[in-house]
């Protein structure tokens, strides 16, 4: 008698190998805890297998037979994805499900407007993202977890490709009490005696900090913190200032303090957004019609978004 089980359940199994419990399943795929649960029973009970052993409180462990035919998993929903992208190519229709990562500094920005415009146009698309950092979107694009990612041209590994979309050069945020907030730009030089709110992310922390080494200065930090948001709460609040490359929509810190934005001077490198994805690999018709919408819905809206 001929197996049934389906490629929904292998997605579930393979989304709580992955995760470790039905909870995180449940977050990657999107899909209720209950329907993971009853997915990989209904797997389990189709192949005569169990496939994880539970712990109270503890998540799930794959048992032996449950690790063996992850990997197997894997693979079959590789070649159903390609196969299903093969069909749209064919077919010279625009559909299917992309997974799209995006710099954690900027996503909030960006990704959901992209997201939006680009589904109104694609309605058989179906679009999931992540927000990261620049280190862990690597990693994600060589285990092949996303499709694409926007971010900087920020130590580029030579594995992946790049598609230049928009250049953004750094500027510094400033309470609206600063001894430097009266001026139209500041230099390193006027920055380095006061005190730094340093973004402290992967390749973006040394990134900023190179201003300051190109000019044979230190820069004076006194807050380090991963979120966006906190950054420009301790700005707002007299803490000190930080640097940028993307500033929010509005001059107001989450607290509703102001906050300024003013050019930094001088010979600093600035960032250019765009696409990374695996390098040398096909590009199907959902790929090819992701960039070129991207490229030009930033296009569109580089001034409303980033004021430039």
């Known amino acids: 008698?001929?197996?049934?089980?389906?490629?929904?359940?292998?997605?579930?199994?393979?989304?709580?190998?992955?995760?470790?419990?039905?909870?995180?399943?449940?977050?990657?795929?999107?899909?209720?805890?209950?329907?993971?649960?009853?997915?990989?029973?209904?797997?389990?009970?189709?192949?005569?297998?169990?496939?994880?052993?539970?712990?109270h409180a503890q998540g799930l462990t794959p048992t032996l037979a449950g690790r063996k035919l992850l990997d197997h998993a894997q693979m079959v929903l590789r070649q159903a994805a390609a196969?299903?992208?093969?069909?749209?190519?064919?077919?010279?229709?625009?559909?299917?499900?992309?997974?799209?990562?995006?710099?954690?500094?900027?996503?909030?920005?960006?990704?959901p407007g992209l997201r939006r415009s680009f589904m109104d146009q694609h309605s058989d698309v179906r679009i999931s993202q992540v927000e990261a950092d620049q280190s862990e979107l690597f990693s994600l694009l060589r285990q092949a977890k996303i499709d694409l990612a926007l971010t900087y041209d920020l130590d580029l590994p030579r594995d992946l490709q790049f598609i230049p979309i928009l250049t953004l050069p750094p500027v510094v945020a400033l309470g609206e009490t600063h001894p430097l907030a009266h001026l139209s730009a500041v230099s390193i030089q006027e920055l380095a005696p006061h005190p730094m709110i340093l973004l402290d992310l992967p390749h973006s922390a040394d990134y900023f900090l190179s201003f300051f080494v190109n000019a044979n200065l230190k820069a004076n930090i006194a807050e380090r913190t991963r979120d966006m948001a906190v950054m420009r709460g301790l700005v707002a609040n007299g803490f000190g200032y930080s640097i940028v490359n993307v500033r929010p929509l509005n001059d107001l810190a989450p607290d509703g303090k102001p906050l300024r934005f003013i050019p930094l001077t001088g010979d600093q490198r600035a960032m250019k957004m765009g696409l990374l994805m695996g390098a040398g690999t096909d590009r199907t018709q959902l790929h090819k019609a992701f960039i070129t919408h991207t490229q030009n819905w930033i296009g569109e809206q580089t001034n409303r978004l980033f004021g430039i």
Not at 89 to 111: E, H, M, W
């Open 83 to 111: 196969l299903r992208d093969l069909a749209g190519d064919l077919s010279g229709s625009v559909r299917g499900p992309l997974s799209v990562g995006c710099l954690s500094t900027f996503a909030q920005v960006v990704l």
């Open 1 to 55: 008698m001929p197996l049934r089980y389906t490629l929904r359940q292998l997605e579930y199994f393979v989304a709580v190998g992955e995760a470790g419990s039905i909870a995180g399943a449940s977050h990657q795929v999107n899909v209720s805890s209950p329907s993971i649960s009853s997915g990989v029973s209904q797997l389990e009970e189709e192949l005569g297998v169990k496939l994880f052993v539970r712990h």
